[in-house]
């Protein structure tokens, strides 16, 4: 074989090979785009830099439209379908608009020149319902540093929050695209993920972030949307039961969540017990066409013990709602979880309850528990999400 023969042979093995066994995608390769309603949602929003310069540009050419510096405050508004930027005798107008640091430093965004929030990446502004939305373009490993200090306490076990930051980026990358009406993938709260910017970081969370990165769960030939709960009371919850519009899903199928003694992973969760008493006046009112109520039950449970079905029986007819319509009739605030026993008192019913939240995949305490005992982040993620497969993107 003459040396050009060569050349091309392993040229082509080398090209087959790298085919076959694409490289694992790190988390820096992806951007998500947040919608920052819960902070950054007005008619008037002030922006600025925490250090060095700020760019303004066209986001569709690139185009630079004017500079700024760190303590510089600038206002924007939308007026007559244009965005308008003041800063002093400073004004730029354009059709549209986004910023971004210069080097270094941090985009800095609120609805008040005090209440300014510091974010990674570049921001852009798109107009919904009459106010000014921002949109924060980031990478997946800095909005998922932002993320898990929101949604798990940053002081857990390191093996609890690698389980976090796993179930986190499996949710994140199976929303993409969530809210593309509006420009953005997911927003900054629940039911997204709670993001908090640069100033919700810790060292913890970060480490969990860097130590799993590019590692997803699977099901299916898909990206998981590894949806978790804070504490599920000993047995997590079928997601066709507790989550309204799914539809039956094995790793999300409910299962046990109990020490070889029987105790729940999460019994160490604060208020795993509740009670909550609806008078039938209460019932009444929320169920008007019942008439007044006089009887209230659970007609169908899951084995795990979460409510399917509940009855109200009332003067004019009985009604046989699910246990998520009931929940979110008496409010998902004061009936914290489906996990819950009706006993009948003078007044009305006593709700007796274990868990808090919709109880579905992941249970954030029962992590922390079967991490104290020894368990490590992939044997957590394998307990609660069955045939999910745990891989490198």
Not at 45 to 54: A, F, Q, T
Not at 117 to 128: F, I, S
Not at 215 to 221: K, Y
Not at 245 to 266: H, I, M, Q, W, Y
Request: hydrophobic share 40%; charged share 20%; proline share 5%.
């Amino acid at each position: 074989m003459n040396h050009l023969a060569r050349t091309l042979l392993v040229g082509l093995l080398t090209l087959w090979v790298s085919l076959a066994n694409p490289p694992a995608r790190r988390d820096s390769d992806w951007l998500v785009r947040v919608g920052l309603e819960q902070h950054a949602w007005a008619t008037v929003l002030y922006v600025g830099v925490s250090e060095g310069r700020l760019r303004w540009f066209d986001p569709r050419t690139g185009r630079t439209l004017g500079e700024g510096i760190a303590g510089q405050v600038w206002q924007l508004r939308r007026e007559n379908g244009h965005y308008r930027a003041l800063s002093g005798e400073t004004q730029l107008v354009a059709e549209r608009l986004a910023a971004e640091p210069v080097n270094s430093g941090l985009m800095m965004v609120g609805a008040a020149p005090t209440q300014l929030r510091r974010y990674r990446g570049h921001l852009e502004w798109v107009e919904r319902d009459g106010k000014l939305l921002t949109l924060n373009w980031v990478q997946l490993d800095e909005y998922l540093k932002a993320t898990l200090p929101r949604e798990m306490p940053p002081n857990f076990h390191p093996e609890a929050l690698k389980a976090q930051a796993v179930a986190a980026r499996s949710f994140t990358l199976r929303r993409l695209n969530r809210y593309r009406r509006w420009g953005y993938d997911l927003c900054d709260h629940a039911p997204c993920q709670v993001y908090g910017g640069v100033d919700a970081e810790h060292p913890n969370t970060n480490a969990a972030v860097d130590a799993t990165t590019g590692e997803v769960l699977t099901f299916g030939g898909r990206v998981l949307e590894a949806v978790y709960t804070s504490h599920c009371g000993g047995h997590t919850a079928p997601v066709e039961v507790a989550m309204q519009g799914t539809r039956p899903l094995a790793p999300l199928r409910g299962v046990p969540d109990r020490d070889a003694e029987g105790k729940p992973f999460c019994s160490d969760a604060p208020n795993s017990r509740w009670t909550l008493t609806l008078t039938r006046e209460q019932l009444s009112r929320l169920f008007p066409q019942q008439g007044q109520v006089s009887k209230l039950q659970i007609a169908e449970r899951t084995a795990g013990g979460h409510a399917v079905q509940v009855e109200i029986h009332g003067e004019q007819r009985v009604l046989r709602l699910s246990g998520i319509q009931f929940r979110v009739a008496v409010g998902v605030g004061r009936l914290r979880s489906l996990m819950f026993e009706v006993q009948a008192i003078a007044e009305g019913w006593k709700l007796e309850g274990r868990g808090s939240g919709h109880g579905v995949g992941m249970c954030q305490w029962g992590a922390q528990g079967r991490a104290r005992a020894g368990q490590t982040y992939r044997q957590i993620l394998e307990a609660y999400y069955p045939e999910a497969t745990l891989q490198r993107l």
